[in-house]
C-alpha cells in the first residue's frame, strides 16, 4: 500500500505570522463611522454631510444636539441634498476633506 501523509483533522492552520515565531500584529485601527444628511452636494465630488448626535449635558444633565459639518468624498458625483449616507473617516484628502462616502441609505424624495 501507498503512504499516506498523517492527517490534522481539527487542528488549526498555522498562520504565516506565527509560524515564523513573529509576534502577531495589532489588528488595524477602526475608522470611524458616521451617518447623516446631504446638506451639500454643489461642489465637484465633494458633499457636506451634516451629522447629529445627542449628547447629555454635563452640568444640567439635559439632552442636547449638536450638529457637525462633515466634508465627504464622493467619487461618482452622484449624491444629492437629503440622502441618507453613511460616511467613514480617511485620510486627508484635501484641506477641510477627511471623509469617503460608503453607503447611501435612503435617497431624498
Given amino acids: 500500500m501507498a503512504e499516506q501523509a498523517p492527517t490534522t483533522e ?3 492552520e ?3 505570522a506565527s509560524a515564523a515565531g513573529a ?3 495589532p489588528e488595524r485601527n477602526r475608522r470611524k463611522m458616521r451617518e447623516g ?3 451639500s452636494a ?3 465630488r ?3 454631510v451634516v451629522v447629529t448626535e445627542q449628547v447629555r449635558h454635563r452640568r444640567y444633565n439635559k ?4 450638529h457637525k459639518r462633515l466634508y465627504v468624498h464622493d467619487e ?6 437629503g440622502d441618507r449616507v453613511r460616511v467613514a473617516e480617511t485620510r486627508p484628502l484635501s484641506k477641510l476633506k477627511r471623509w469617503r462616502l460608503v453607503q447611501i441609505l435612503e435617497r431624498a424624495r
Avoid at 63 to 66: A, E, G, K, S
Fill in 10 to 12: 481539527g487542528a488549526p
Fill in 14 to 16: 498555522p498562520t504565516p
Fill in 23 to 25: 509576534p502577531e500584529a
Fill in 37 to 39: 444628511i446631504v446638506a
Fill in 42 to 44: 454643489s461642489m465637484d
Fill in 46 to 48: 465633494t458633499a457636506v
Fill in 63 to 66: 439632552t442636547v444636539r449638536r
Fill in 76 to 81: 461618482d458625483n452622484d449624491l444629492r441634498v
